[in-house]
């Protein structure tokens, strides 16, 4: 079972940012948050990950608290094309080849 | 670079037909991975090669499936005799081998293979 709580939708406007929680509060101090989308009839796609620190990347930034029993994905400037379904994952780093376990996510619509 | 390629892109078979769906990996990748969401559910892991080894197959529904790689390139997902309960989309991933130094484990995702058992 996936370890993480979603809301499962979320609208956000075009051109705004779009803040997409994660609470993962039984995560354990070596498992990584990972962040996937499912655009439409697209496979999933990674987006960022992230340990305990702050990441960004090209196409968002991810927030962890500091307790790291939540997170929060952000999409600086939403486009028409962000809506997707986002999924929330918690790993372990360097498992190689562990499987990915996808709860239900959010969905985003994006709308202009 | 090509990414993950999976044919075909829809298939209709009727129940009691034998289907095989195929996966190409990006090109030196070990890890070859087989997920599936069906209707109206998560989407689920279904079994995990490391070259042409079944690492973890702990996801397959059961002995109807039967995935190959041979040669550690491609691979085949074969579902004899197909159900209704079979109808879904089937995601095939790829990774390469995790590195000490590495920093994360992306899995790269196909397009899927979405199957309809009539």
């Known amino acids: 079972d996936a370890k993480t709580t979603q809301p499962p939708s979320m609208d956000c406007a075009e051109g705004r940012a779009a803040n997409l929680p994660c609470n993962h509060s039984?995560?354990?101090?070596?498992?990584?948050v990972y962040w996937y989308r499912q655009i439409h009839s697209q496979g999933p796609q990674y987006i960022i990950h992230?340990?305990?620190n702050n990441e960004t990347n090209e196409m968002a930034s991810l927030i962890i608290t500091e307790d790291r029993k939540s997170s929060t994905l952000i999409l600086p400037h939403a486009t028409l094309r962000d809506t997707a379904v986002y999924y929330c994952i918690v790993r372990l780093l360097n498992q190689a080849g562990t499987a990915l376990i996808f709860g239900k996510g959010t969905t985003l619509s994006v709308s202009s | 670079e090509a990414g993950v390629t999976q044919f075909p892109s829809h298939s209709v078979i009727e129940k009691g037909q034998t289907v095989t769906l195929r996966c190409d990996p990006i090109?030196?990748?070990?890890?070859l991975y087989w997920y599936r969401r069906v209707m109206g559910k998560e989407i689920k892991f279904l079994l995990h090669?490391?070259?042409?080894?079944?690492?973890?197959e702990s996801g397959m529904p059961n002995n109807r499936f039967l995935a190959e790689r041979t040669g550690g390139t491609y691979s085949t997902l074969k579902v004899q005799p197909a159900e209704l309960e079979d109808s879904g989309v089937y995601f095939c991933?790829?990774?390469?081998?995790?590195?000490?130094?590495?920093?994360?484990?992306?899995?790269?995702f196909g397009p899927g293979t979405r199957l309809t058992v009539l």
């Open positions: 992230g340990l305990k």
């Open positions: 991933a790829s990774s390469p081998r995790a590195l000490r130094t590495s920093s994360y484990n992306e899995q790269f």
């Open positions: 090109s030196g990748h070990d890890n």
């Open positions: 039984t995560i354990s101090g070596n498992e990584y």
């Open positions: 090669f490391v070259k042409e080894s079944k690492q973890d």
